[in-house]
């Protein structure tokens, strides 16, 4: 299918209709377009292992759509997509939800340039891809207690992603975390991390990706109250001492 645009566009858009997630011929192209960059440049950013047109529609295009069947979004949020890699799913999502701000945050210089080579080429406004640590970020005033969305995928267990994730929350805003089914015993183990960094589980959400066996799973975090100055510790630290 690797060149195949007619048989890559019917896969995809049966697989968003079975997410029942609406959509525009100009999102399946656009889709295709980040298709085709991914794969001619996967060898020089080093970008992902998944790189077959079958698994790349499955395990990152409609796995990061997937959250839009099940939550409602309501326009002119600001998201942060944490350790984005490729650009999932901040990337993905943008395209879909055209009327948000995106932020993609990847400690890979590689991989921020490649995302940067991607909106230019797609053309897309209201997205953004830096290069840097979470740690570090968090810490500074325009990034720390400023978004209304955190999301992440693939990028530390649940309690060091909180403390990635939860300074740039605003009070009373949510990370969507997506987990594997490892995600209970995750939870208990950063129940000092929840507590320490001011959030709450606020719900977990079994997500189906249509043609997926994988269990998939959207940990919802909420924050709950201010998180104090000295969170996130030192770029490196919450990773070799998780609270
Ligand atoms: N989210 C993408 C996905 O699901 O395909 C990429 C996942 S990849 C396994 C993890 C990414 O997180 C890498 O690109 C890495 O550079 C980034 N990363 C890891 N720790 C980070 C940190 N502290 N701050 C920012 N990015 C980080």
């Known amino acids: 299918m ?12 049966a697989g968003i209709e079975a997410l029942d997630i609406s959509y525009s011929s100009e999102q399946l192209e ?8 991914f794969i001619k440049e996967n060898k020089k950013y080093n970008l992902s292992t998944i790189t077959e047109a079958d698994a790349v529609i499955k395990k990152h295009f409609l796995d990061s759509l997937v959250i839009l069947k099940q939550l409602n979004f309501d326009g002119r949020k600001r998201w942060l997509d944490i350790g984005t890699g490729a650009g999932f799913p901040g990337m993905v999502l943008k395209l879909f939800l055209p009327g948000d701000s995106f932020y993609l945050l990847d ?9 940067n080579q991607l909106i230019y080429k797609l053309g897309i406004k209201g997205i953004d891809a830096s290069h840097g640590r979470a740690e570090d970020l968090a810490q500074i005033d325009e990034w720390r207690a400023s978004y209304d969305y955190v999301c ?13 994730a939860v300074p740039f929350l605003k009070v009373g805003a949510l990370a969507y975390l997506y987990k594997g089914p490892e995600y209970k015993a995750e939870i208990k183990e950063a129940e000092t991390a929840l507590k320490t960094l ?5 719900e977990v959400i079994e997500l189906d990706v249509p043609g997926l066996e994988a269990e998939r799973y959207l940990v919802i975090v909420e924050k709950v109250s201010k998180t104090p100055v000295k ?3 030192r770029a490196g630290i919450p990773k070799k001492r998780p609270l």
């Open 2 to 13: 690797e060149n195949n645009k007619n048989e890559f566009i019917k896969q995809l858009k």
């Open 30 to 37: 656009q889709l295709w377009e980040y298709y085709l960059f």
């Open 107 to 115: 400690s890979s210089a590689k991989k921020v340039n490649f995302l």
């Open 152 to 164: 992440s995928r693939a990028v530390a267990s649940l309690n060091v992603l909180l403390e990635y």
């Open 198 to 202: 001011g959030a709450q589980i606020k």
């Open 231 to 233: 969170f996130p510790r």
